[in-house]
């Protein structure tokens, strides 16, 4: 169940971006392990990369007026508003199958084209 928290007063009520169960755990397992108060998985876009815009994933502690915060079954993640309108439909995943590209993987339904590595996209 997903339950939202806002920074930002005019937050829109569904989440850009959902995470399967697999990236829950994974998640769950770093913050975890980082053992602070208050950290969140930060979920965003930035410019660069090989095809025009990156994937950005950090834990942090700190938000900005611009932040709206959703939990994932006990997993806080932030997405600022300007990464919302390129994430909307977004899913992420986390594949530890794949020996050679295992780890966290975005399937962004607003790609127009994607880079071999899978961390940066245009739309």
Not at 90 to 110: A, C, R, S, W
């Amino acid at each position: 169940m997903m339950v939202e928290t806002t920074v930002a007063a005019e937050a829109p009520k569904r989440p850009p971006i959902q995470l399967t169960e697999a990236a829950v755990r994974q998640v769950k397992s770093i913050l975890a392990k980082q053992d602070k108060p208050g950290l969140f998985l930060r979920v965003g876009v930035k410019g660069g990369g090989c095809t025009g815009l990156s994937y950005v994933l950090n834990i942090e502690n700190e938000k900005s007026d611009w932040d709206t915060e959703y939990d994932f079954e006990g997993v806080p993640v932030v997405v600022d508003k300007k990464s919302r309108l390129y994430l909307y439909g977004t899913t992420l995943d986390f594949d530890t199958n794949n020996l050679m590209e295992g780890g966290f993987t975005f399937l962004n339904p607003n790609a127009k084209k994607t880079c071999g590595c899978g961390t940066s996209f245009a739309a």
